[in-house]
T-cell receptor
Framework: NAGVTQTPKFQVLKTGQSMTLQCAQD?????MYWYRQDPGMGLRLIYY???????DKGEVPNGYNVSRLNKREFSLRLESAAPSQTSVYFC???????????FGPGTRLTVL | RKEVEQDPGPFNVPEGATVAFNCTYS??????FFWYRQDCRKEPKLLMS???SGNEDGRFTAQLNRASQYISLLIRDSKLSDSATYLC???????????FGRGTSLIVHP
């Protein structure tokens, strides 16, 4: 089992460009999450999906959209990238209930 | 008071030392607690779960003090490979959306 996979691993964008970060899990988990991690700020929840067909905002949703494509896949879209979105993005999944989460390897995004 | 607070450290300890970190939380309704480990430039990985008073796994012991609303992580006989950032995670009561602390950095030196 691959666990949680994310693509791409690295990305450089110019301000105003758009892109989609992909995440997939093969553990048959119900819940999936997108976080960003910035120095000194810890992990902050952007969006989550408690189950297939549902999505909800987390702590820092502005500037992002998500799609729960099916039970396996949860994508994060930046419509018009800004330098403030330079960060490391982690996708995670959990069975639901107590969040023993499994994380993907992360995407390092730089917006110039 | 922030929801989940941790001393960022770094804690610098020699190999073989015992070290403990605390994590305080504000939501008294929280029922489950977690410690994650994050190596530099890597993803967080679950280290221990704490559902009642505590949990022990080899050199690692997690304790829960509900009255004072904190959890602790004790590492005995520290190894160089224990060097990492340790994240405390507390889901608010009634929700499984986790709140992460900012992490405590541990550096174990020879």
């Amino acid at each position: 089992n691959a666990g949680v996979t994310q693509t791409p691993k690295f990305q450089v964008l110019k301000t105003g460009q758009s892109m989609t970060l992909q995440c997939a899990q093969d553990m048959n988990h119900n819940s999936m999450y997108w976080y960003r991690q910035d120095p000194g700020m810890g992990l902050r929840l952007i969006y989550y999906s408690a189950s297939e067909g549902t999505t909800d905002k987390g702590e820092v949703p502005n500037g992002y959209n998500v799609s729960r494509l099916n039970k396996r896949e949860f994508s994060l879209r930046l419509e018009s990238a800004a330098p403030s979105q330079t960060s490391v993005y982690f996708c995670a999944s959990s069975e639901g209930g107590p969040p023993e989460q499994f994380f993907g390897p992360g995407t390092r995004l730089t917006v110039l | 008071r922030k929801e989940v607070e941790q001393d960022p450290g770094p804690f610098n300890v020699p190999e073989g030392a015992t070290v403990a970190f605390n994590c305080t939380y504000s939501n008294s309704a929280s029922q489950s607690f977690f410690w994650y480990r994050q190596d530099c430039r890597k993803e967080p990985k679950l280290l221990m779960s704490v559902y009642s008073s505590g949990n022990e796994d080899g050199r690692f012991t997690a304790q829960l003090n509900r009255a004072s609303q904190y959890i602790s992580l004790l590492i005995r006989d520290s190894k160089l490979s224990d060097s990492a950032t340790y994240l405390c995670v507390v889901p608010p009561g009634g929700s499984y959306i986790p709140t992460f602390g900012r992490g405590t950095s541990l550096i174990v030196h020879p």
